[in-house]
Protein backbone atom coordinates (compact mmCIF):
# COMPACT_ATOMS: atom_id res chain seq x y z
CA UNK A 1 0.00 0.00 0.00
CA UNK A 2 1.21 3.30 -1.03
CA UNK A 3 0.48 5.32 1.69
CA UNK A 4 1.29 2.59 4.46
CA UNK A 5 5.32 4.35 4.31
CA UNK A 6 6.28 7.77 5.26
CA UNK A 7 9.22 7.74 2.96
CA UNK A 8 8.26 10.36 0.18
CA UNK A 9 10.08 9.92 -2.81
CA UNK A 10 11.92 13.16 -4.30
CA UNK A 11 11.90 12.60 -8.35
CA UNK A 12 13.99 15.78 -9.55
CA UNK A 13 13.04 17.67 -12.96
CA UNK A 14 15.37 19.92 -13.14
CA UNK A 15 17.17 18.94 -16.69
CA UNK A 16 13.66 18.00 -17.91
CA UNK A 17 11.06 20.50 -17.12
CA UNK A 18 13.37 22.74 -15.81
CA UNK A 19 15.58 23.46 -19.22
CA UNK A 20 12.03 23.54 -21.13
CA UNK A 21 11.76 26.98 -19.25
CA UNK A 22 13.11 29.90 -21.98
CA UNK A 23 15.62 30.46 -21.93
CA UNK A 24 17.06 27.90 -19.72
CA UNK A 25 19.34 25.39 -21.90
CA UNK A 26 22.22 24.15 -20.58
CA UNK A 27 25.09 22.69 -22.42
CA UNK A 28 26.32 19.11 -22.04
CA UNK A 29 28.39 18.86 -19.67
CA UNK A 30 26.50 21.14 -17.39
CA UNK A 31 23.62 19.04 -17.60
CA UNK A 32 26.26 15.89 -16.83
CA UNK A 33 27.34 17.62 -13.77
CA UNK A 34 24.19 18.64 -12.20
CA UNK A 35 22.71 15.32 -12.69
CA UNK A 36 25.78 13.90 -10.80
CA UNK A 37 25.40 16.46 -8.07
CA UNK A 38 21.66 15.40 -8.08
CA UNK A 39 22.54 11.64 -7.32
CA UNK A 40 24.97 12.79 -4.87
CA UNK A 41 22.69 14.84 -2.76
CA UNK A 42 20.13 11.54 -3.12
CA UNK A 43 17.26 12.47 -4.96
CA UNK A 44 15.31 9.17 -5.56
CA UNK A 45 14.62 9.55 -9.65
CA UNK A 46 16.49 11.94 -12.12
CA UNK A 47 14.40 12.79 -15.26
CA UNK A 48 17.46 13.51 -17.21
CA UNK A 49 15.21 14.74 -19.98
CA UNK A 50 13.19 13.91 -23.38
CA UNK A 51 14.96 11.82 -25.69
CA UNK A 52 12.88 12.18 -28.53
CA UNK A 53 13.39 15.70 -28.46
CA UNK A 54 17.13 16.14 -30.18
CA UNK A 55 20.09 14.33 -30.68
CA UNK A 56 21.61 16.16 -27.69
CA UNK A 57 19.17 15.60 -25.26
CA UNK A 58 18.92 11.75 -26.24
CA UNK A 59 23.04 12.01 -25.69
CA UNK A 60 22.65 13.46 -22.27
CA UNK A 61 19.68 10.97 -21.00
CA UNK A 62 22.05 8.06 -22.38
CA UNK A 63 25.31 9.66 -20.50
CA UNK A 64 23.47 10.25 -17.47
CA UNK A 65 22.21 6.78 -17.46
CA UNK A 66 25.66 5.54 -17.92
CA UNK A 67 27.07 7.45 -15.24
CA UNK A 68 24.50 6.76 -12.27
CA UNK A 69 25.05 5.57 -9.14
CA UNK A 70 22.34 5.54 -6.87
CA UNK A 71 19.53 7.34 -8.41
CA UNK A 72 16.44 6.19 -10.92
CA UNK A 73 17.36 7.72 -14.20
CA UNK A 74 14.23 8.15 -16.33
CA UNK A 75 13.28 9.89 -19.66
CA UNK A 76 10.26 11.60 -21.26
CA UNK A 77 7.89 9.68 -23.94
CA UNK A 78 4.81 10.88 -25.39
CA UNK A 79 2.43 8.62 -26.35
CA UNK A 80 3.66 6.82 -28.87
CA UNK A 81 5.95 4.09 -29.53
CA UNK A 82 8.53 5.94 -31.27
CA UNK A 83 9.24 7.88 -28.22
CA UNK A 84 8.92 4.88 -26.09
CA UNK A 85 11.53 3.04 -27.79
CA UNK A 86 13.66 6.06 -28.14
CA UNK A 87 13.56 6.46 -24.72
CA UNK A 88 14.14 3.05 -23.36
CA UNK A 89 17.40 3.21 -25.82
CA UNK A 90 19.07 6.09 -23.68
CA UNK A 91 17.81 4.91 -20.21
CA UNK A 92 18.07 1.48 -20.36
CA UNK A 93 22.23 2.00 -19.44
CA UNK A 94 20.64 3.45 -16.12
CA UNK A 95 21.13 0.57 -12.86
CA UNK A 96 17.53 1.72 -12.65
CA UNK A 97 15.96 2.85 -15.80
CA UNK A 98 12.61 4.64 -16.10
CA UNK A 99 10.08 5.39 -18.61
CA UNK A 100 7.51 8.34 -17.66
CA UNK A 101 5.14 8.46 -20.28
CA UNK A 102 2.40 11.06 -20.90
CA UNK A 103 -0.76 12.19 -22.66
CA UNK A 104 -3.29 14.94 -22.01
CA UNK A 105 -6.43 13.55 -20.95
CA UNK A 106 -8.35 17.07 -20.02
CA UNK A 107 -11.44 18.15 -22.62
CA UNK A 108 -8.88 20.83 -23.77
CA UNK A 109 -6.05 18.44 -24.63
CA UNK A 110 -8.10 15.80 -26.02
CA UNK A 111 -8.70 17.95 -28.05
CA UNK A 112 -5.25 18.54 -29.50
CA UNK A 113 -5.04 15.47 -31.29
CA UNK A 114 -8.62 14.84 -31.79
CA UNK A 115 -8.95 11.53 -29.73
CA UNK A 116 -12.34 10.48 -28.02
CA UNK A 117 -12.27 8.98 -24.79
CA UNK A 118 -12.33 6.08 -26.07
CA UNK A 119 -9.53 6.63 -28.59
CA UNK A 120 -7.46 8.06 -25.80
CA UNK A 121 -7.57 4.92 -23.42
CA UNK A 122 -7.23 2.89 -25.86
CA UNK A 123 -4.08 4.80 -26.61
CA UNK A 124 -3.08 4.92 -23.09
CA UNK A 125 -3.37 1.23 -22.75
CA UNK A 126 -1.15 -0.17 -26.02
CA UNK A 127 1.94 2.48 -25.04
CA UNK A 128 1.80 1.52 -20.76
CA UNK A 129 1.92 -1.94 -21.95
CA UNK A 130 4.70 -1.11 -24.58
CA UNK A 131 6.65 0.69 -21.91
CA UNK A 132 6.63 -2.06 -19.76
CA UNK A 133 7.37 -4.39 -21.90
CA UNK A 134 10.73 -2.64 -22.32
CA UNK A 135 11.28 -1.68 -18.61
CA UNK A 136 10.00 -2.84 -15.11
CA UNK A 137 9.81 0.81 -14.13
CA UNK A 138 6.77 2.94 -15.59
CA UNK A 139 5.24 5.79 -14.67
CA UNK A 140 2.87 7.28 -16.51
CA UNK A 141 1.30 10.79 -16.37
CA UNK A 142 -2.33 12.39 -17.63
CA UNK A 143 -0.99 15.47 -18.12
CA UNK A 144 -3.41 18.07 -17.01
CA UNK A 145 -5.38 15.82 -14.53
CA UNK A 146 -6.64 18.67 -12.38
CA UNK A 147 -8.51 19.44 -15.17
CA UNK A 148 -9.72 16.34 -16.56
CA UNK A 149 -13.10 15.10 -15.82
CA UNK A 150 -13.19 12.74 -12.43
CA UNK A 151 -14.96 9.94 -14.05
CA UNK A 152 -12.33 9.55 -17.08
CA UNK A 153 -9.50 10.30 -14.64
CA UNK A 154 -10.21 7.61 -12.65
CA UNK A 155 -10.77 5.36 -15.81
CA UNK A 156 -7.67 5.71 -17.43
CA UNK A 157 -5.62 5.83 -14.40
CA UNK A 158 -7.26 2.20 -13.90
CA UNK A 159 -6.34 1.45 -17.54
CA UNK A 160 -2.83 2.68 -16.96
CA UNK A 161 -2.29 0.59 -13.46
CA UNK A 162 -3.58 -2.33 -15.51
CA UNK A 163 -1.12 -2.31 -18.44
CA UNK A 164 2.00 -2.14 -15.60
CA UNK A 165 2.52 1.50 -14.78
CA UNK A 166 4.68 1.43 -11.42
CA UNK A 167 4.07 5.66 -10.44
CA UNK A 168 0.84 7.37 -11.33
CA UNK A 169 1.95 10.62 -11.75
CA UNK A 170 -0.68 13.46 -11.15
CA UNK A 171 0.60 16.59 -13.25
CA UNK A 172 -0.96 20.37 -12.04
CA UNK A 173 0.33 20.86 -15.28
CA UNK A 174 -1.28 24.63 -15.38
CA UNK A 175 -0.20 25.62 -11.57
CA UNK A 176 -4.40 25.46 -11.35
CA UNK A 177 -5.05 23.65 -8.29
CA UNK A 178 -5.38 24.57 -4.53
CA UNK A 179 -4.29 23.03 -1.21
CA UNK A 180 -7.19 21.39 -0.49
CA UNK A 181 -8.37 19.96 -3.65
CA UNK A 182 -4.73 18.88 -4.19
CA UNK A 183 -5.39 16.25 -1.01
CA UNK A 184 -8.66 15.93 -1.63
CA UNK A 185 -7.90 14.68 -5.44
CA UNK A 186 -5.04 12.46 -4.10
CA UNK A 187 -6.98 10.88 -1.26
CA UNK A 188 -9.61 9.73 -3.45
CA UNK A 189 -8.05 8.41 -6.34
CA UNK A 190 -6.45 5.82 -4.07
CA UNK A 191 -9.65 5.47 -1.97
CA UNK A 192 -11.83 4.82 -5.71
CA UNK A 193 -9.31 3.59 -8.62
CA UNK A 194 -8.71 -0.12 -8.18
CA UNK A 195 -5.42 -1.01 -7.79
CA UNK A 196 -4.08 2.35 -6.75
CA UNK A 197 -2.97 0.76 -3.64
CA UNK A 198 0.08 -0.96 -5.56
CA UNK A 199 1.57 1.49 -7.20
CA UNK A 200 2.89 5.07 -5.80
CA UNK A 201 0.76 8.15 -6.37
CA UNK A 202 3.02 11.41 -8.12
CA UNK A 203 2.41 15.20 -7.40
CA UNK A 204 3.71 17.52 -10.48
CA UNK A 205 2.45 20.83 -9.40
CA UNK A 206 3.38 23.94 -11.28
CA UNK A 207 2.99 27.53 -10.00
CA UNK A 208 1.02 29.63 -11.45
CA UNK A 209 -0.67 30.93 -8.61
CA UNK A 210 2.34 30.93 -6.42
CA UNK A 211 0.88 27.46 -4.41
CA UNK A 212 3.18 24.91 -5.68
CA UNK A 213 4.69 24.16 -2.47
CA UNK A 214 1.49 23.83 -0.61
CA UNK A 215 0.16 21.82 -3.66
CA UNK A 216 2.66 18.92 -3.80
CA UNK A 217 2.67 18.70 0.27
CA UNK A 218 -0.74 18.95 0.71
CA UNK A 219 -0.62 15.64 -2.33
CA UNK A 220 1.65 14.30 0.22
CA UNK A 221 -0.79 14.29 3.13
CA UNK A 222 -3.35 12.85 0.82
CA UNK A 223 -1.12 9.76 0.03
CA UNK A 224 1.01 10.86 -2.68
CA UNK A 225 4.60 9.37 -1.67
CA UNK A 226 6.91 10.94 -4.63
CA UNK A 227 7.27 14.80 -5.24
CA UNK A 228 8.22 16.13 -8.88
CA UNK A 229 10.38 18.98 -8.24
CA UNK A 230 12.83 21.04 -9.74
CA UNK A 231 16.03 23.20 -8.13
CA UNK A 232 14.69 26.65 -7.51
CA UNK A 233 11.75 26.44 -8.60
CA UNK A 234 13.18 26.48 -12.67
CA UNK A 235 10.44 25.26 -14.76
CA UNK A 236 7.68 26.46 -17.54
CA UNK A 237 6.48 29.72 -17.31
CA UNK A 238 6.06 30.32 -13.25
CA UNK A 239 8.21 27.23 -12.61
CA UNK A 240 7.90 23.65 -10.63
CA UNK A 241 7.67 22.89 -7.19
CA UNK A 242 11.09 23.81 -5.89
CA UNK A 243 12.97 21.04 -4.62
CA UNK A 244 14.34 23.01 -1.62
CA UNK A 245 11.28 24.12 -0.49
CA UNK A 246 9.41 20.97 -0.12
CA UNK A 247 12.58 18.72 1.09
CA UNK A 248 13.13 21.98 3.86
CA UNK A 249 9.20 21.69 4.83
CA UNK A 250 8.99 18.54 5.21
CA UNK A 251 12.56 18.32 7.38
CA UNK A 252 11.71 21.34 9.77
CA UNK A 253 7.81 21.03 10.01
CA UNK A 254 8.66 16.92 10.87
CA UNK A 255 6.23 17.87 13.76
CA UNK A 256 3.04 18.48 11.41
CA UNK A 257 4.42 16.53 8.08
CA UNK A 258 5.99 13.31 9.73
CA UNK A 259 7.38 12.33 5.97
CA UNK A 260 10.87 11.56 5.42
CA UNK A 261 13.32 12.06 2.38
CA UNK A 262 16.73 10.82 1.26
CA UNK A 263 17.94 14.02 0.57
CA UNK A 264 21.20 15.21 2.25
CA UNK A 265 19.98 18.98 2.85
CA UNK A 266 23.37 20.27 3.29
CA UNK A 267 24.23 19.95 -0.60
CA UNK A 268 20.98 22.24 -1.49
CA UNK A 269 23.10 25.68 -1.79
CA UNK A 270 26.06 24.15 -3.92
CA UNK A 271 23.72 22.47 -6.18
CA UNK A 272 21.64 25.81 -6.58
CA UNK A 273 24.21 27.54 -7.10
CA UNK A 274 25.71 25.63 -10.26
CA UNK A 275 21.80 25.70 -11.47
CA UNK A 276 21.28 29.14 -11.37
CA UNK A 277 24.84 29.72 -13.18
CA UNK A 278 24.36 26.96 -16.08
CA UNK A 279 20.71 28.10 -16.67
CA UNK A 280 21.09 31.69 -16.25
CA UNK A 281 18.17 31.86 -14.25
CA UNK A 282 19.17 33.96 -11.33
CA UNK A 283 17.68 33.47 -7.85
CA UNK A 284 15.79 36.07 -6.65
CA UNK A 285 17.25 37.93 -3.34
CA UNK A 286 14.18 36.94 -1.01
CA UNK A 287 13.33 32.86 -2.55
CA UNK A 288 12.87 30.82 0.52
CA UNK A 289 15.86 28.52 1.70
CA UNK A 290 17.73 29.87 -1.56
CA UNK A 291 17.58 33.73 -2.06
CA UNK A 292 20.69 35.47 -1.22
CA UNK A 293 18.63 36.87 1.71
CA UNK A 294 16.84 33.91 2.72
CA UNK A 295 19.25 33.85 6.07
CA UNK A 296 20.21 36.97 6.28
CA UNK A 297 18.85 39.83 8.58
CA UNK A 298 19.56 43.80 8.43
CA UNK A 299 17.07 45.11 10.73
CA UNK A 300 18.47 46.97 13.99
CA UNK A 301 15.83 44.34 16.08
CA UNK A 302 16.38 41.57 14.31
CA UNK A 303 20.41 41.70 14.32
CA UNK A 304 20.14 42.59 18.04
CA UNK A 305 18.07 38.95 18.86
CA UNK A 306 20.51 37.18 16.11
CA UNK A 307 23.02 37.99 17.81
CA UNK A 308 21.47 37.07 21.32
CA UNK A 309 19.82 33.42 20.33
CA UNK A 310 19.61 32.84 16.03
CA UNK A 311 16.35 30.55 16.55
CA UNK A 312 14.53 34.38 17.38
CA UNK A 313 14.61 34.71 13.64
CA UNK A 314 15.34 31.37 12.03
CA UNK A 315 13.82 28.35 12.27
CA UNK A 316 16.33 26.73 10.36
CA UNK A 317 20.09 27.06 10.96
CA UNK A 318 22.32 28.05 7.46
CA UNK A 319 24.43 25.06 7.74
CA UNK A 320 21.40 22.73 7.23
CA UNK A 321 21.23 24.04 3.58
CA UNK A 322 24.70 24.25 3.37
CA UNK A 323 25.71 27.92 4.18
CA UNK A 324 28.58 28.79 6.31
CA UNK A 325 26.59 30.72 8.51
CA UNK A 326 23.67 33.29 9.03
CA UNK A 327 24.76 36.96 7.31
CA UNK A 328 24.19 39.98 9.13
CA UNK A 329 24.76 42.32 6.30
CA UNK A 330 25.17 46.33 7.62
CA UNK A 331 22.76 48.79 6.03
CA UNK A 332 20.76 51.66 7.46
CA UNK A 333 18.79 49.34 9.34
CA UNK A 334 21.39 48.20 11.17
CA UNK A 335 22.16 49.29 15.05
CA UNK A 336 25.60 49.55 17.00
CA UNK A 337 25.26 45.58 17.83
CA UNK A 338 25.66 44.24 14.99
CA UNK A 339 28.21 46.98 13.66
CA UNK A 340 30.46 46.17 16.84
CA UNK A 341 29.93 42.56 16.29
CA UNK A 342 31.00 43.34 12.56
CA UNK A 343 34.49 45.01 13.71
CA UNK A 344 35.22 41.94 16.26
CA UNK A 345 34.36 40.02 13.63
CA UNK A 346 36.61 41.29 11.10
CA UNK A 347 39.40 41.56 13.79
CA UNK A 348 39.05 45.58 15.43
CA UNK A 349 38.54 45.83 19.38
CA UNK A 350 36.96 49.57 19.64
CA UNK A 351 35.88 51.20 23.14
CA UNK A 352 32.57 52.71 23.58
CA UNK A 353 33.77 56.07 22.47
CA UNK A 354 35.21 55.03 19.49
CA UNK A 355 32.27 52.56 18.27
CA UNK A 356 30.20 55.93 18.34
CA UNK A 357 32.34 57.57 16.18
CA UNK A 358 32.69 55.15 13.51
CA UNK A 359 28.55 54.85 14.23
CA UNK A 360 27.75 57.96 13.28
CA UNK A 361 30.13 57.41 9.65
CA UNK A 362 29.04 54.16 9.32
CA UNK A 363 25.09 55.57 9.39
CA UNK A 364 25.95 58.11 7.08
CA UNK A 365 27.60 56.17 4.73
CA UNK A 366 24.53 53.31 5.06
CA UNK A 367 22.12 55.96 3.73
CA UNK A 368 23.87 56.51 0.53
CA UNK A 369 24.74 52.72 0.14
CA UNK A 370 22.41 49.71 -0.36
CA UNK A 371 24.64 47.33 1.63
CA UNK A 372 27.08 48.11 3.46
CA UNK A 373 30.01 45.37 3.13
CA UNK A 374 33.48 44.14 5.36
CA UNK A 375 35.75 45.88 2.89
CA UNK A 376 33.53 49.67 3.90
CA UNK A 377 33.98 49.19 7.70
CA UNK A 378 37.82 48.44 7.39
CA UNK A 379 38.08 51.66 4.90
CA UNK A 380 35.68 53.13 7.52
CA UNK A 381 38.38 52.48 10.64
CA UNK A 382 41.33 53.09 9.02
CA UNK A 383 40.17 56.42 7.44
CA UNK A 384 39.48 57.02 11.51
CA UNK A 385 38.54 60.58 12.56
CA UNK A 386 41.10 63.56 11.18
CA UNK A 387 44.37 64.54 13.01
CA UNK A 388 43.13 67.58 13.72
CA UNK A 389 39.75 69.88 12.12
CA UNK A 390 41.45 72.99 10.93
CA UNK A 391 40.05 72.26 7.81
CA UNK A 392 37.10 70.22 6.27
CA UNK A 393 35.20 70.17 3.49
CA UNK A 394 31.84 71.70 3.65
CA UNK A 395 30.57 71.60 0.33
CA UNK A 396 31.81 70.17 -3.52
CA UNK A 397 30.15 70.23 -6.61
CA UNK A 398 32.23 69.30 -9.40
CA UNK A 399 31.57 70.12 -13.31
CA UNK A 400 32.70 67.29 -15.65
CA UNK A 401 32.22 67.14 -19.54
CA UNK A 402 34.06 65.83 -22.58
CA UNK A 403 35.82 69.01 -22.64
CA UNK A 404 38.81 70.11 -20.24
CA UNK A 405 39.19 71.74 -18.11
CA UNK A 406 36.86 70.71 -15.45
CA UNK A 407 35.41 72.81 -12.53
CA UNK A 408 35.33 72.12 -8.97
CA UNK A 409 33.01 74.60 -5.85
CA UNK A 410 34.42 74.04 -3.23
CA UNK A 411 33.57 75.40 0.33
CA UNK A 412 36.49 74.58 3.36
CA UNK A 413 35.56 75.48 6.87
CA UNK A 414 38.95 76.52 7.92
CA UNK A 415 39.04 77.09 11.30
CA UNK A 416 35.21 77.49 11.69
CA UNK A 417 35.32 80.02 9.00
CA UNK A 418 33.66 78.81 5.92
CA UNK A 419 35.48 79.95 2.42
CA UNK A 420 34.35 79.17 -1.49
CA UNK A 421 36.13 79.19 -4.61
CA UNK A 422 35.82 77.72 -7.90
CA UNK A 423 38.96 76.50 -9.41
CA UNK A 424 39.64 74.66 -12.90
CA UNK A 425 41.75 71.42 -13.71
CA UNK A 426 42.77 68.83 -15.63
CA UNK A 427 39.79 66.39 -14.31
CA UNK A 428 37.41 66.70 -11.56
CA UNK A 429 40.15 65.60 -8.73
CA UNK A 430 43.28 68.13 -9.93
CA UNK A 431 40.26 70.81 -9.91
CA UNK A 432 38.86 69.93 -6.93
CA UNK A 433 42.71 69.76 -5.60
CA UNK A 434 43.48 73.25 -6.79
CA UNK A 435 40.63 74.46 -5.42
CA UNK A 436 42.05 73.11 -1.82
CA UNK A 437 45.27 74.80 -2.54
CA UNK A 438 43.30 78.17 -3.30
CA UNK A 439 41.59 78.18 -0.29
CA UNK A 440 44.55 76.98 1.88
CA UNK A 441 47.78 77.77 -0.34
CA UNK A 442 51.15 75.38 0.85
CA UNK A 443 54.18 74.41 -0.74
CA UNK A 444 53.49 70.29 0.21
CA UNK A 445 54.21 68.21 -2.84
CA UNK A 446 51.34 65.63 -3.43
CA UNK A 447 53.78 62.29 -3.14
CA UNK A 448 50.97 59.77 -3.74
CA UNK A 449 47.36 59.42 -4.87
CA UNK A 450 46.09 56.22 -4.64
CA UNK A 451 41.79 55.09 -5.04
CA UNK A 452 41.28 52.25 -4.20
CA UNK A 453 37.42 50.55 -5.05
CA UNK A 454 37.00 48.47 -2.11
CA UNK A 455 33.84 46.77 -3.51
CA UNK A 456 32.12 45.81 -6.34
CA UNK A 457 28.83 47.52 -8.13
CA UNK A 458 28.35 50.99 -9.11
CA UNK A 459 27.62 52.37 -5.52
CA UNK A 460 31.11 51.00 -4.32
CA UNK A 461 32.98 52.63 -1.83
CA UNK A 462 36.07 53.93 -2.64
CA UNK A 463 38.86 54.42 -0.45
CA UNK A 464 41.23 57.10 -1.59
CA UNK A 465 45.25 57.85 0.27
CA UNK A 466 46.74 61.11 -0.64
CA UNK A 467 50.71 61.22 0.74
CA UNK A 468 51.72 64.84 1.10
CA UNK A 469 55.69 66.36 1.85
CA UNK A 470 57.12 69.29 3.07
CA UNK A 471 60.50 70.04 3.85
CA UNK A 472 60.94 66.48 4.54
CA UNK A 473 57.57 66.35 6.39
CA UNK A 474 55.39 63.83 5.24
CA UNK A 475 51.34 62.85 6.30
CA UNK A 476 48.99 61.00 4.57
CA UNK A 477 45.02 61.31 4.79
CA UNK A 478 43.00 58.09 3.39
CA UNK A 479 38.96 59.17 3.47
CA UNK A 480 36.47 56.71 1.92
CA UNK A 481 32.63 57.63 0.08
CA UNK A 482 30.91 56.33 -2.44
CA UNK A 483 32.29 59.19 -4.36
CA UNK A 484 35.84 59.09 -5.65
CA UNK A 485 36.03 62.86 -5.96
CA UNK A 486 34.62 63.60 -2.45
CA UNK A 487 36.95 60.82 -0.87
CA UNK A 488 39.86 62.91 -2.50
CA UNK A 489 39.01 65.98 -1.57
CA UNK A 490 38.60 64.63 1.93
CA UNK A 491 41.82 62.79 1.95
CA UNK A 492 43.31 66.01 1.06
CA UNK A 493 42.38 67.80 3.22
CA UNK A 494 42.80 65.22 5.85
CA UNK A 495 46.81 64.93 5.06
CA UNK A 496 46.89 68.66 5.48
CA UNK A 497 45.22 68.58 8.60
CA UNK A 498 47.80 66.56 9.76
CA UNK A 499 50.36 68.86 8.27
CA UNK A 500 49.48 71.48 10.28
CA UNK A 501 49.61 69.51 13.54
CA UNK A 502 52.95 68.09 12.34
CA UNK A 503 54.33 71.98 11.53
CA UNK A 504 52.80 73.04 14.86
CA UNK A 505 54.66 70.00 16.63
CA UNK A 506 57.70 70.55 15.13
CA UNK A 507 57.76 74.43 14.89
CA UNK A 508 57.47 75.30 11.83
CA UNK A 509 54.36 76.64 11.75
CA UNK A 510 55.25 79.76 9.96
CA UNK A 511 52.54 79.42 7.53
CA UNK A 512 49.42 78.77 9.91
CA UNK A 513 47.19 81.66 8.60
CA UNK A 514 48.38 82.32 4.82
CA UNK A 515 45.37 81.13 3.19
CA UNK A 516 43.13 84.19 4.46
CA UNK A 517 45.00 86.43 2.14
CA UNK A 518 44.12 84.37 -0.94
CA UNK A 519 40.01 84.40 -0.28
O1 LIG B 1 3.43 19.64 -16.37
C1 LIG B 1 3.21 18.54 -16.90
O2 LIG B 1 2.08 18.11 -17.09
C2 LIG B 1 4.36 17.78 -17.32
C3 LIG B 1 4.10 16.40 -17.80
C4 LIG B 1 4.95 16.04 -18.96
C5 LIG B 1 4.26 15.45 -16.67
O3 LIG B 1 5.48 18.22 -17.20
ZN1 LIG C 1 5.48 19.95 -15.84
Redesign the pocket.
Known amino acids: MTTATNRVKIFD ?1 TLR ?1 GEQSPGATMTHDEKLEIAELLDLMGVDIIEAGFPIASEGDFRAVSEIAQRSKNASICG ?1 ARANYKDIDRCWEAVKHAAKPRI ?1 T ?1 IGTSPLHRAIPNLSQDEMAERIHDTVTHARNLCEDVQW ?1 P ?2 ATRTEWDYLCRVIEIAIKAGATTI ?1 I ?3 VGYTAPRESADLIRRLIETVPGADEIIFAT ?1 C ?1 NDLGMATANSLAAVEGGARQI ?1 CTINGLG ?1 RAGNTALEEVVMALKVRHDIMPFTTGVDTTKIMNISRRVASASGFNVQYNKAIVGKNAFAHESGIHQDGMLKNAETFEIMRPADVGLAGTSLPLGKHSGRAALRAKLNDIGYEVGDNELMDIFVRFKELADRKKEVYDEDIVALVQAGAPASEHLKVKFLRVICGTEAPQSADLTLTVDGEDKQVTAQGDGPVDATFNAVKQIFPHGARLQLYQVHAVTEGTDAQATVTVRLEEDGLVVTGQSADTDTVVASAKAYVGALNRLIVRRQKSGKDTKEVSYKDTV
Open positions: TDLHFSMDNPDTHHEE
